[in-house]
């Protein structure tokens, strides 16, 4: 392929302005200038719009959704590269029918754990009200708890669950774990005890969530499982809000079932504006910001690049299928 002949490039989802930052752009050709979107589109039919034209979409994450119905109306598609090595909002099966590329990228294996212990540290030290209650003139109001001697639960371990093991066992926790296809061999490869569902729930003073969401996880956290766990308990989700039974979390944490919660992520997203979880004062909340660190960007970024290097030559790379 000629540079005349590059094609349009979309990349979304950029809501700090860093993509064209953080990559070399420049080497794709001399004249061209992709076209960033700083907004999310949201409703199916607006995607379509403002995409038609476009024979590139550089996804980020999940934001954006592309269901076979998007998919086949974008006559002009043909590779969509999403940064990460999976995206369950595309429907790449129906990409692959219709002649669409699709090629991911890899990322930081650091960033959404090390969020995770921000959270989990938040919550235990209330650091998130002490510092808003300060600014107010406030002074010290609640006592915090220390880590040392807790139990951390860990639903899913992957690789992102056995990074924050390690760090539970660097703050002398006693770490557990379940998830769907979990062994004690597993477990205890990474010294991590090996427990029942139920036990899990039971057992864990804060306890935060690893798991990849599919049709088998997808509510896979009850009301049922919530109403075991200890009224001095937390619950961290940095994985995906669709885990987690909405409604049933939004009554345990309301009726203070639990002591609090930390979650990263939404069932819909950007979380709208009058979402009942901006109500809760035991619920702390970051923007989906897991994954969202300069280092991961660039990574992101700058792979996304090359994907479309080796596709422009006839030779794509990081190319996902439809079968895994």
């Known amino acids: ?92 099966l129906a990409a692959e029918k219709m002649g669409v590329i699709v090629c991911g990228t890899h990322g930081s294996a650091d960033a959404t ?27 010290q109001t609640q ?19 056995r990074r924050v093991a390690e760090f539970g066992r660097v703050f002398r926790m006693n770490v557990v774990a379940w998830s769907p296809n979990l062994t004690k061999s597993r477990c205890s490869d990474v010294g991590v005890k090996f427990v029942s569902k139920d036990s899990l729930f039971m057992e864990s003073d804060f306890l935060s969530i690893h798991l990849v969401l599919g049709e088998s996880t997808r509510n896979l956290v009850t009301g049922c499982l919530l109403s075991y766990m ?48 901006r109500e809760l004062d035991n619920l702390l909340m970051t923007p ?3 994954y969202f660190t300069k280092e991961t960007y660039k990574m992101f970024y700058s792979q996304m690049v090359e994907n479309i290097q080796a596709w422009a030559k006839g030779r794509p790379m990081r190319v996902l299928s439809g079968n895994r």
């Not at 990559?23 to 979107?37: G, H, Y």
């Not at 639903?155 to 669950?161: D, Q, V």
């Not at 989700?237 to 930390?262: C, H, M, W, Y």
């Open 288 to 290: 989906h910001s897991g």
């Open 230 to 277: 200890k009224p001095t308990a937390f619950l961290i989700n940095t994985s995906r809000g669709p885990i987690v039974d909405e409604q049933a979390f939004i009554e345990v944490l309301k009726n203070r079932k639990i002591k609090g919660a930390a979650v990263d992520v939404y069932n819909i997203e950007p979380l709208p504006v009058f979402h009942p979880f």
């Open 1 to 92: 392929m000629g540079a005349d002949e590059l094609p349009k490039i979309a990349i979304l989802d950029d809501y700090t302005s860093d993509s064209l930052k953080l990559a070399d752009w420049a080497k794709l050709a001399p004249m061209f200038e992709p076209k960033v979107f700083n907004t999310n589109f949201g409703d199916h039919d607006v995607i379509i719009n403002r995409l038609r034209d476009f024979e590139i979409i550089c996804a980020m994450r999940e934001r954006t959704p592309f269901p076979k119905y998007v998919l086949e109306n974008l006559p002009k598609l043909k590779l969509l590269v999403t940064s990460g090595m999976r995206n369950a909002s595309i429907d790449i």
């Open 143 to 161: 006592l915090g708890v220390e880590l040392n001697g807790k139990t951390l639960g860990l639903l899913g371990l992957g690789k992102i669950g």
């Open 113 to 139: 754990p090390e969020l995770t212990w921000g959270l989990i540290l938040a919550c235990a030290r209330n650091i998130a009200s002490d510092g808003a209650n300060l600014k107010r003139g406030g002074w």
